[in-house]
């Protein structure tokens, strides 16, 4: 499986993104799929995740209520809706394929990663 997540780019704080990762080669229409980020000097952490039939979806405590995620199985596409964003959204967010089939907040189950996209929110 290949990914490939686009658009990220520059906005000012309370502003909105919308990130896509599409998937290549083997569908991952049967697997759960992430969203992580890494900001500089930083751990990848956990975003959001959701399972394989689009519902779901789980969040990490910074981003719940401000950012969205879902997928279209016909494009086999998923996708992060950001709003409200803060200075702190700052970083390359990445997409990933799970091993499971359900939503997942361990690194561990994605074995599939894209090359990331960056998001850049100015205060």
């Known amino acids: 499986v290949q990914l490939q997540a686009y658009g990220g780019g520059l906005v000012q704080a309370g502003g909105s993104l919308r990130l896509s990762c599409a998937a290549y080669g083997r569908a991952a229409s049967n697997n759960g799929m992430g969203w992580y980020r890494q900001a500089p000097g930083q751990e990848r952490e956990f975003v959001a995740s959701i399972s394989w039939r689009g519902d779901g979806a789980i969040y990490a405590d910074s981003v719940k209520g401000r950012f969205t995620m879902s997928r279209d199985h016909a494009k086999n596409t998923v996708y992060l809706q950001m709003n409200s964003l803060r200075p702190e959204d700052t970083a390359v967010y990445y997409c990933?394929?799970?091993?499971?089939?359900?939503?997942?907040?361990?690194?561990?189950?994605?074995?599939?990663w894209g090359q990331g996209t960056l998001v850049t929110v100015s205060s």
């Open positions: 990933a394929v799970s091993l499971s089939s359900t939503a997942s907040r361990l690194t561990d189950r994605y074995r599939y």
